[in-house]
């Protein structure tokens, strides 16, 4: 027992097998009964359908969507609404790109959009994702699926929640927008930020506007990630931050910032080409360099190029290169190597140094000249500029 609700040019045509509630078998377009069940028309009176279908085609005539519905109330303004347990089918080239379904609905439709408003739910049959919402919005000629107000989003791989999801069924591109949080399982990440863009079939997450990400270790922060943009990949564990990049690592407390930074979550490594800061913030020593890597696991930092590292009481150490062993807080240091203390004044000149530089026991060795580190003591006038 089915009745069959087709907009075609902004027409409604019912036809009835049964049970038309106080109506005998009546068009829409006829005299409504009203509250009372008397002929006269009622602005607010509603007729009741069982067995109710909504189906839409296009110019060649492939559906773009059919919605069954156990029940629906017609009224004059909203044409249709209040379908109970609505479920069908979105269309994209004749073929079904979403499965929708909910408890109770309104379901607008008028030619060009189907608009249902309720506790929505949507699922992907060729990937699994699922979207959950208080509205959908389906416009097949823009292909383009909309879910909003307390979106959430499922799938193996993601789990969100934000304000609303756009989706290119063709492009298989979903946007996330409105107080975004994204969970990835693997990596274990956290994404926050206003504006996300997850590429489905590239497995790749890009956020283009300030953005956080938090990794974790046996459900902790481990690790945090910040910057102005940022894009993860979901199958190499990637995560690219660009523009004002930060990484934070929580043990050995050490902050990272540089304008681009690759961020191997899984390897646990962090590297930059770019020039870099890198800070021991409980030592208080910072050391720049044209570009530097981290192995968190290891807790060894690696500087290249015009390195300059220096401590609390602005001693510094510049060379070509430097590993930074942070356990036991000893630098070696390679390539034009210039220490250089304040209290005692000193500075020496060599080829490589090693030591520690909070205690400033640095060991030169291997000066320009054959072989012999060169050695300068500044009077204390001269550094006071006496």
């Not at 519905?69 to 994209?92: C, D, N, V």
């Not at 609303?164 to 994404?191: C, I, L, Y």
């Amino acid at each position: 027992m089915q009745l069959k609700c087709r907009l075609a040019y902004l027409a409604l045509t019912f036809f009835l097998l049964i049970g038309l509630v106080a109506c005998g078998g009546r068009s829409p377009k006829a005299s409504k009964p009203n509250a009372s069940g008397s002929p006269e028309q009622d602005e607010n009176s509603k007729l009741t359908f069982f067995g109710v279908a909504f189906e839409q085609f296009d110019e060649v005539g492939r559906p773009v969507w059919k919605v069954n519905a156990k029940e629906a109330k017609y009224t004059k303004e909203k044409q249709i609404g209040q379908a109970e347990s609505p479920s069908g089918e979105l269309y994209q080239d004749g073929k079904v790109v979403y499965q929708i379904k909910a408890e109770k609905a309104d379901v607008e439709q008028d030619g060009k959009r189907l608009f249902l408003k309720g506790k929505i739910e949507a699922t992907d049959p060729r990937n699994g994702i699922v979207l959950r919402g208080n509205e959908l919005e389906w416009r097949p000629k823009e292909d383009l699926l909309i879910v909003r107000n307390q979106l959430q989003g499922t799938h193996k791989q993601l789990q969100a929640v934000a304000q609303e999801a756009r989706v290119k069924t063709r492009e298989q591109r979903m946007e996330f927008s409105g107080g975004v949080v994204a969970n990835s399982a693997d990596p274990q990440v956290q994404m926050r930020t206003e504006h996300l863009l997850w590429q489905i079939k590239e497995e790749k997450l890009i956020g283009d506007r300030p953005v956080q990400i938090d990794h974790y270790k046996n459900n902790q922060i481990s690790d945090r990630g910040r910057g102005n943009a940022a894009e993860v990949d979901l199958k190499t564990k990637i995560a690219t931050i660009k523009q004002n990049a930060q990484i934070e690592v929580l043990n050995p407390p050490i902050q990272i910032a540089s304008n681009s930074i690759a961020w191997n979550i899984s390897a646990e490594t962090v590297s930059t080409n770019s020039p870099v800061r890198v800070v021991h913030k409980t030592e208080n020593v910072t050391v720049t360099a044209n570009q530097g890597e981290m192995k968190i696991p290891q807790k060894t930092v690696y500087l290249k190029g015009n390195v300059n590292a220096i401590g609390h009481r602005r001693q510094s150490l510049q060379s070509q290169t430097l590993t930074w062993f942070l356990d036991n807080k000893l630098v070696e240091a390679q390539g034009d190597v210039v220490y250089k203390q304040a209290d005692p004044p000193l500075n020496f000149t060599g080829e490589t140094a090693v030591g520690n530089l909070q205690t400033e026991n640095i060991v030169v060795r291997g000066g320009s000249n054959k072989g012999r580190v060169i050695t300068e003591i500044i009077p204390r006038g001269k550094v006071q500029g006496q």
